[in-house]
């Protein structure tokens, strides 16, 4: 299946730590400053570098059909 990916500089404006996934890993919901708000992608190992004190940064995202936000990625930008 294709999705199209977004990417936009924005703002965390709350981060969630949710149950970790079947195979350990930790899984988020961010909250950002301009509206979107999805989950983190299961197992996926960027977030591991995720932490409270982010604030502004780059994230990757798409859509599923159902219309779910996913979050692919989130990189910290130099403010």
Known sequence: MQYVQFTKAT??????R?????????????RFANG?????????G???????????VTARFHYTPAGRCVIDG?????S
Do not use: C, Q, W
Not at 74 to 78: L, M, P, S, W
């Open 46 to 56: 960027f977030v591991y570098g995720i932490h409270d004190s982010m604030k502004a």
């Open 74 to 78: 989130v990189e910290e930008r130099a």
């Open 11 to 16: 703002e965390v404006a709350d981060l969630e």
């Open 18 to 30: 949710l149950r970790n996934s079947r195979n350990g890993n930790p899984r988020y919901r961010i």
């Open 36 to 44: 979107i708000e999805g989950t983190t992608k299961t197992d996926a």
